[in-house]
C-alpha cells in the first residue's frame, strides 16, 4: 500500500513515520511504500536524514519498513497512490507570523485557526487546497485523502466539494481530551465511548460512558480530579460545572478570551514567530548533520511539545504540561487507525471532520463537523449526537457562517476580476467572527494582510 504525504518536508513528519514503522500488520493493509512531497527540497533532505535514522534503529523482528521516495513534483507524488495525508502549510511560518501579528496589532487575538488569524490563514490556504484536491480527482481519483492542513474544518469541506466523501479531517486535540478524561476517572482510555460533538477546534465532551455508565458526572462533582489535567486547569471547575461538558482546549480562546489577548500580547514572540525560528535552526542542523539528525529532531520535538499553548496556560495561573502528553503523537496514530479501518474493512471508532449528513441538528448536511464516526472499508460516516445545547450550536453556527465566506472568498479570489466579491466575502468572514469586536477593525485586518479594496 503506498501513501502520499504532502508536506512530507514538515517538521512532524517523522511522527507519522514512526507510526507506520510501529505497525506489524500484513502488507495487504500495511504502508509499504511512503511518498514525500514538498515544495522545498532542502526540508525533504533533512527530514530523509531523520527517517533514514528512525528505519535503522528500527528493533529487529518487524516487516521492513515502508521504502521512502521524496519528490517535488506533485503529480509524481500522487500517481499510483492509495491514501493522501495533506499536512501543507502555505506561506510557511512566516505567514503563520504574519496571521497572528496583524490581529495582534489590532487589539484581537491572533492565532493560528482561531479568530482572524485562522481566517488569514483560510484564505491563503483554500485556493492552493482545492486545486490539490483537483489534481488528486485527476490523477488518483480512487486515493482516501486524510487532511490535517488547518484550518482543519474549512479546508476539508472545501475540498470535499471536489472530492467528496473520500476527504476526511483528522485532529488530534479530541483524543487528547478524551483520554486525559478516562485517566482522570482512573478508566482505561480504550475502554471508554466518547459523547463528543462540534466543529475543528470548537467542540465538546459531553460524556464518558465505562462499562454502560456515563461518568462525566463523577468527573465535574471532583474537583481535584478535574483540575488534574490540562482542560480543567485551563478552564477551571466552576467553569466546567457550569458547562456541564469539558471543551475543547481551543474555546480557551472564546471563554478567556481577555486574558488570552493579553497574555499572547506580552509574550516575547507569538507561536509562530517562535516556532519560525526554532525550525530554522533544526533544518540547518539537520542538514549540516552527520548522524545526529534524529536527535536533533527529538530535542526540538521535546521543546515544541513542552511549550504548546503556553500563553493560554501562563493565563490560566502557570503550570506545566504532563509528561504524557508530550510524546507528540496523536493524529500520526490517528491517520494510521483510518488507513487500517479502510484497508483492512476493519471497523472501527474515531472522531473526525466529516460532512455532517444527519448527525448534528441544526446544521446542514454538507457542513464539516467533528463527532465520532463509524469507519470501514466504505470510509467514516458520522454517528448521530442527539440534540445540542443553545450555547454550543449557536457557536457552531456563527463559526459556519465564517468558514463559508471564507470558502467563498477564496473561490472568489480564484476567478479574474472578481477582487471586488473576494473582498467582501473576506470582510464577513472576519467581521462575523465572535472574536472579532469591529467591522472596522476587520477592514483594518485586511487591509494589513493585503486584501485591499
Keep these: 500500500m503506498r501513501l502520499t504525504v504532502l508536506g512530507g518536508g514538515g517538521f512532524r513528519m517523522p511522527l507519522v513515520y514512526r507510526a507506520l514503522l510501529e505497525d506489524a500488520g500484513d502488507d495487504a493493509g500495511r504502508c509499504t511504500e511512503l511518498m514525500l512531497y514538498d515544495t ?33 513534483d506533485l503529480d509524481d507524488a500522487l500517481r499510483g497512490t ?37 481566517v488569514l490563514y483560510g484564505l491563503r490556504t483554500l485556493p492552493v487546497a482545492t486545486r490539490i484536491a ?12 486524510i487532511n490535517f492542513t488547518n484550518p482543519a474544518g474549512m479546508v476539508t469541506e472545501a475540498m470535499r466539494r471536489v472530492l467528496g466523501d473520500r476527504v476526511i479531517g483528522i485532529c488530534d486535540s479530541p483524543v487528547g481530551l478524551c483520554r486525559r478524561a478516562a485517566r482522570a476517572l482512573g478508566a482505561d482510555p480504550d475502554r471508554a465511548v466518547y459523547d463528543y460533538v462540534g466543529l475543528n477546534h470548537l467542540g465538546w465532551l459531553r460524556r464518558v460512558v465505562v462499562d454502560g455508565r456515563d461518568r462525566m458526572p463523577e468527573l465535574l462533582a471532583d474537583a481535584g480530579a478535574l483540575e488534574s489535567f ?20 481551543y474555546l ?19 507561536r509562530g514567530e517562535f516556532l519560525r525560528e526554532q525550525q530554522a535552526r533544526f533544518y540547518e542542523t539537520a542538514r549540516a548533520a552527520d548522524g545526529g539528525a534524529l536527535a536533533a529532531w527529538e530535542r526540538t520535538r521535546l521543546e515544541r511539545e513542552t511549550t504548546y499553548m503556553a500563553a493560554s496556560r501562563e493565563a490560566s495561573g502557570g503550570w506545566e504540561r504532563d509528561s504524557c502528553d508530550l510524546d507528540g503523537g496523536g493524529y500520526d496514530r490517528i491517520a494510521l487507525a483510518i488507513m487500517r479501518a479502510i484497508a483492512r474493512d476493519e471497523r472501527t471508532t474515531l472522531i473526525l471532520n466529516v460532512g455532517n449528513r444527519t448527525a448534528v441538528p441544526g446544521l446542514d448536511e454538507d457542513a464539516v463537523v467533528e463527532v465520532p ?18 450555547d454550543q450550536l449557536g457557536l457552531m453556527l456563527s463559526l459556519k457562517a465564517v468558514e463559508r465566506s471564507t470558502i467563498e472568498a477564496a473561490g472568489a479570489a480564484e476567478i479574474a476580476g472578481a477582487g471586488g466579491a473576494a473582498r467582501s466575502a473576506a470582510l464577513r468572514a472576519l467581521a462575523l467572527h465572535p472574536l472579532v469586536d469591529s467591522v472596522n477593525v476587520a477592514g483594518r485586518i485586511l487591509d494589513a494582510a493585503g486584501y485591499r479594496r
Design 40 to 72: 522545498d527540497r532542502h526540508r525533504l533532505d533533512a527530514i530523509g536524514a531523520v527517517l533514514a535514522e528512525q528505519a535503522k534503529d528500527r528493533p529487529a523482528g518487524l516487516p521492513a519498513a515502508p521504502s521512502v521516495r521524496a519528490t517535488t
Design 82 to 118: 492509495d491514501f493522501v495525508f495533506s499536512a501543507i502549510r502555505v506561506g510557511g511560518l512566516d505567514g503563520r507570523a504574519s496571521d497572528e501579528r496583524i490581529p495582534l496589532g489590532e487589539g484581537v487575538l491572533g492565532q493560528e485557526t482561531v479568530g482572524a488569524g485562522g
Design 134 to 145: 483537483e489534481r488528486i480527482a485527476a490523477v488518483a481519483p480512487d486515493a482516501w485523502v
Design 230 to 249: 490540562e482542560e480543567g486547569k485551563l478552564f477551571g471547575a466552576e467553569w466546567l460545572r457550569s458547562l456541564g461538558a469539558l471543551p475543547n482546549e
Design 252 to 270: 480557551h480562546y472564546y471563554y478567556f478570551n481577555r486574558e488570552a489577548v493579553a497574555a499572547i500580547r506580552q509574550a516575547t514572540a507569538t
Design 373 to 390: 464516526c463509524l469507519v470501514d472499508a466504505g470510509g467514516a460516516r458520522p454517528m448521530a449526537t442527539g440534540a445540542v445545547a443553545p
